[in-house]
């Protein structure tokens, strides 16, 4: 059975003994997605120029390129107004990407670190 899935980002979260290690102590990566619909709009043009969007946005998010992630955004939204998905996501990632750009990780890996469960 299809369904409409859009990947929105990986995310570390850490282990609930110790949120202070990193991956050594038990990190687990963890994909997110939001749920859009069933086949027919997986296949509908609205979502798919969504997931196209999203994919790119998300490319230029993992490879550390966060300003040109950040030029994305706008579209992104515009893409899934379109789709009907009404969503906070986009301005979430408007600020997680902003703090990016000002203080991005040495060790970037493309990966979210969520602070807590």
Not at 1 to 15: C, D, G, Q, S, T
Request: hydrophobic share 50%; with cysteine.
């Amino acid at each position: 059975m299809a369904i409409a899935l859009l990947v929105l980002a990986n995310v570390l979260f850490p282990p609930a003994a110790d949120p202070a290690c990193r991956p050594a102590c038990g990190w687990s990566l963890r994909f997110t997605y939001s749920y859009l619909g069933d086949r027919v709009m997986s296949q509908l043009s609205p979502f798919l120029a969504l997931v196209e969007r999203q994919t790119a946005l998300l490319r230029h998010y993992r490879a550390g390129a966060f300003i040109e992630a950040l030029k994305m955004i706008d579209d992104c939204q515009v893409a899934a107004e379109a789709a009907g998905w009404q969503q906070g996501y986009y301005a979430m990632m408007r600020a997680r990407i902003d703090g990016l750009i000002h203080d991005a990780p040495q060790d970037w890996t493309g990966a979210y670190v969520a602070e807590e469960k």
